[in-house]
């Protein structure tokens, strides 16, 4: 498909914006997911249900809510300034962290089922052969979980390159900075004589879309045979 | 004296509670299901925390309520094999028999020889048979160097000639590896053709 150097823009901003949500995501997502599949603690439901609300909230609210708390007098972006001189608004990197935000639901989700799915057994074997709960982790519970853990990630990919309605709200629609796909084809459809643009770019994202999809299934597939994927 | 168990604990309605002293050879745990036979393995190995009593194995005071010891299972030297054969689906059969090792020992010719499974060392666990994957669960927890081994009604969901064939493994490795057994059953034929000692519950 021959697409402008505009088009290759935006698409390797998507790329960039996704790939550095889901970055970000992995850590917190993980930590979460292994607090809600083996924590035990008074609050886990509530823990559970912040979790899953970017994926119910308006994503309008949650852009919202990020401008308050990224925003010049919020807390987040006061320090930011403060410390680093920077900020994320108008900036693909706050495009990122929306992204991110909205992933999160998605990517807890599978990386919990993928815990939940290891069997505390083999760990209790491994442990009676002399692993310390490091090692165990290590050599049995994570290479375990791990393909549920890349599926989630494929996924949460996916859904950050389909993220439109908090990254507006949030750091707006500039052309090579915060215009990753939907917005770009959004821009492109208000404009006379876009058409041909936004066929192309809605292409590229049906295309994008359809390989994460397949991808996040094989790996989830492969998770059930218990196989080495890393 | 190879076990010294005075073990007491309540799990939901049901008392669990044993006292035995044993020597060398194999002594078998024998009784109906349900009185908890299992759950004093756990408590031998450390994976299940009694209310009280006391655990000395091969001398050495593994678990001592009043005198706060309670040694974790990676600690214990204790070769646990579980009524499920419990391998590790992401390794072959060797890297599952060589994940005990760095705990140091283990005749690895000897036992691969004595439990016949060396042409199983390249396959993946869910490619083993029943008795296949016991017997690989057997020489896992023997080339761990462990004390003692403990074995949770070994010969269970196996046909007739599977059960003869691991049933001469054992006997072969408490007569072979002079490693004390504690075995769980509830099967007078096998308590019988193991047993040096037998525990009634």
């Known amino acids: ?230 | 004296m190879s076990f010294d168990v005075d073990l007491a604990v309540r799990r939901g309605d049901v008392a669990i509670a044993a006292r035995f002293a044993t020597g060398p050879g194999a002594t078998v745990l024998f009784g109906p299901s349900g009185v908890g036979k299992t759950s004093i393995l756990q408590m031998v190995a450390g994976l299940l925390r009694p209310d009280a009593g006391h655990v000395r194995v091969g001398g050495e005071m593994l678990f001592d309520d009043r005198a706060g010891i309670d040694l974790k299972p990676e600690s214990r030297r204790i070769g646990y094999v579980f009524q499920e054969p419990r391998l590790f689906p992401h390794m072959r059969v060797a890297a599952n028999l060589r994940y005990g090792r760095p705990r140091g020992g283990g005749d690895w010719d000897g036992v691969i020889a004595m439990l016949g499974i060396g042409h199983l060392l390249d396959r993946w666990p869910r490619s083993l048979s029943g008795g296949e994957a016991r017997r690989v669960a057997i020489g896992r927890a023997l080339l761990s160097n462990p004390r003692v081994l403990l074995l949770d009604e070994p010969l269970s969901s196996l046909d007739r000639p599977r059960r003869g064939e691991i049933l001469d493994a054992l006997v072969a490795v408490r007569d072979r590896t002079g490693v004390p057994i504690l075995m769980v059953t509830h099967d007078p034929d096998e308590a019988e053709r193991i047993a040096t000692d037998i525990v009634r519950l």
């Open chain 1, 1 to 230: 498909m021959i697409l402008s150097p505009e088009e290759w823009g935006v698409v390797r901003l998507s790329l960039l914006v996704g790939g550095t949500a889901m970055l970000v995501t992995l850590p917190l997502a993980f930590a979460l997911a292994w607090a809600l599949a083996r924590g035990r603690f008074p609050g886990r439901v509530l823990l559970d249900g912040v979790v899953h609300l970017p994926l119910v909230v308006p994503p309008v609210v949650t852009g919202w809510v990020l401008l308050l708390a990224f925003g010049p007098d919020g807390p987040i972006g006061h320090w930011l300034e403060a410390w680093f001189g920077v900020s994320v608004l108008f900036r693909w990197t706050g495009a990122a962290i929306a992204s991110a935000v909205m992933a999160l639901p998605l990517v807890v989700r599978a990386i919990r089922l993928s815990i939940e799915a290891v069997d505390p057994r083999l760990e209790q074997a491994a442990r009676t052969l002399g692993a310390g709960r490091g090692r165990v982790f290590a050599t049995i519970t994570l290479p375990l979980c791990a393909p549920g853990i890349l599926a989630g990630l494929v996924l949460g990919f996916a859904r950050s390159i389909g993220e439109f309605g908090a990254t507006i709200t949030f750091v707006s629609n500039v052309p090579g900075e915060t215009a990753t796909l939907p917005l770009a084809i959004y821009s492109a459809l208000q404009r006379p004589g876009g058409e041909d643009m936004v066929w192309r770019l809605a292409a590229v994202s049906v295309v994008l879309s359809l390989i994460a999809l397949v991808a996040s299934e094989w790996l989830a597939r492969r998770m059930g045979r218990g196989l080495h994927v890393l």
